[in-house]
């Protein structure tokens, strides 16, 4: 059964508007009923409206003050959530829907400073020796790679670094999921990586063994959002999407040539690179329904 998706975000500033938008979209699009956002840069007052913006049943923020860049968990009217531990760098809960087998979420925000990431893996140490038995999901930004193979651009990551990460997932009974999509879910001008994953315990994994992370296009953030499709079945081969392909055949055919022209034409909202992505989408799809 479909348990239900979970929205992983670095939002780069919630407060700006058109960030808001895209989460929206998302929203509307994806349908989760768990969303975990870091770098809000919000207050508690903005997060509350933000949930019932979206038709949230429930919030839960670490606003943006001192050493906080903000981190807020959302849940949708049919998930019940019960915040076990926060701190600016992580929210700890236990999620489920009534009648079903509760898990934990943790949503982490791993700290950017190269000095300081030590504090990323000494709170996730202590997160997993607290005592729990439920099935563990932990995602977020974790502001490291695991391997300079999730780097492409710029100098190499220090070894020692990424063996620590990989070393603390390992003690903490923590497997990465992998990704579906891109490889990488942040870039700058010269550098992308996989910063953003999700992580899950063997007992969770046994839970939801068709759950997956997938990499969703990129939005107003220059982090991408993350989504987890939390399954303990495997989705039915009707409910799979055809990738969108453009055949070589349609090239100069006068139907192609109006649909492409049209959609080009449609208004669209955000950066360059989202507005393009909107455009392809909605030319990819109705080239499909055409053909």
């Avoid at 081969?237 to 070589?248: V, Y």
């Amino acid at each position: 059964m479909h348990q239900g998706n979970v929205l992983v975000w670095n939002c780069r500033g919630i407060v700006n508007l058109e960030t808001q938008s895209a989460l929206v979209d998302i929203v509307q699009a994806k349908k989760p009923t768990l969303i975990f956002l870091s770098e809000t840069w919000a207050p508690k007052n903005l997060i509350d409206s933000l949930t019932r913006k979206l038709g949230f049943k429930g919030g839960f923020c670490v606003p943006h003050e001192n050493d906080s860049q903000g981190l807020a968990l959302l849940w949708s009217d049919e998930t019940h959530v019960d915040i076990r531990t926060y701190s600016p760098n992580h929210i700890d809960a236990e999620v489920g829907k009534p009648g079903t087998d509760l898990w934990r979420f943790t949503g982490i925000y791993g700290v950017a400073a190269r000095d300081g990431r030590n504090r990323t893996w000494s709170l996730i140490e202590t997160l997993a020796a607290q005592p729990c038995s439920l099935p563990w999901l932990m995602a977020g930004d974790f502001n490291e790679v695991m391997s300079n193979a999730d780097k492409s651009g710029g100098p190499p990551r220090a070894a020692a670094a990424m063996a620590r990460f990989r070393r603390t997932m390992s003690v903490c009974g923590l497997i990465d999921m992998g990704f579906v999509g891109s490889r990488f879910t942040w870039s700058n001008r010269f550098t992308k990586e996989r910063l953003d994953r999700g992580f899950q315990s063997m007992q969770w994994r046994t839970r939801f063994p068709f759950s997956r992370a997938v990499t969703l296009p990129p939005s107003e953030s220059d982090h991408i959002p993350i989504l987890i499709e939390v399954s303990d079945e495997r989705l039915a081969r009707g409910k799979i999407q055809r990738r969108f392909r453009f055949e070589e055949a349609w090239y100069g055919r006068q139907e192609c040539d109006q649909i492409i022209t049209q959609e080009w034409a449609q208004p669209t909202t955000g950066n360059a690179l989202r507005q393009l992505g909107h455009k392809i989408k909605c030319a990819g799809k109705r080239l499909m329904e055409w053909h």
